[in-house]
């Protein structure tokens, strides 16, 4: 893309605000932006009487929609016509690309890469990455390569059909996940098989303190520091990044580490399938004192098999 000449963002790409005033009787389908070029996504619906909102923006299909407060990190989406019709705050700027020099596919594509959510980052104005702000004009001053208008469009149908490919490869991924999950729930009960059976092929009933025991691993709360943080989805789907916790913010005198190959569960939820394991990927994080985890006498049972027992409805 070196190659291509570069052109200043504002000449192909412009403010478009379709202004709508509140009006308290009726009520807002609203859409926001998810950062990391992620796209956007369905809101609450907002009531008129119940915002400090004196206007909303009304979205277009065509629209390209900027997040003010997370633009720098990449909260940056195409519209289209299932969010046409619907609602932003006066904190999302839509803009139009002018059509005959700029692909709107194409735009999408070169706002999802993290090189240009850097430069959008030194050009936004605040103290600290929370506090930031990204103006609509900062965006317009960025230089985007620029080939010719056909070469855009083939390069977005292009890459619309790896997407496509890839989407599909990943569909056909899950459902290779699912059913294995849905094999080591099976395999863990063995309900084809009459408890003489189990026993003839040497299953043993024990009761779980027999082979799991309770540890914790407690850490004191320092301010200033972050901790890396989870949680667990009901219904056996498993553990899943959130936002890390900062030691100013948390309540709590005590988190508590996990480490690989335990057991975990979360109290309120446990009765709805809210169990897990912790892998590489979330050693060393941290939850509180909701989460109990243990550690398995893997000589008698491995935590996967556990897991998998527990992942069973009939279980919950």
Known sequence: MKKWPETQL???LYLDLDKERINPSKSYEMVGVLSYGKGLFL???VDGDCTSYKTFYRLHSNHIVMSQL???EGALALSGAN???KYVSTQFPTFLADSERLDRRYLGLWL???KVWKTLKDKSKGMGDRRRTLNPDALLTCHIPLPAICKQRQIATKVATIIARIDEAKGLMNNVRKNLRALYVTMAHRNDLSDKEKQAKNWKQVTLC???TQVSDPVVVTSGEEYPHFGIYSFSKGLFKKASLHGDKVKASRLYRVHKGQFIYG???AYEGAFGMITDQYDLHHVSNEFPTFTCSTDRILPEFLLAYFS???VW
């Open 267 to 269: 109290r309120l939820n």
């Open 43 to 45: 809101r609450e619906s």
């Open 70 to 72: 997370f633009g720098w």
């Open 112 to 114: 999802r890469q993290p």
């Open 83 to 85: 969010y046409s019709g």
């Open 10 to 12: 504002g000449e192909v």
């Open 210 to 212: 027999e082979v799991i």
């Open 312 to 314: 069973a409805p009939s």
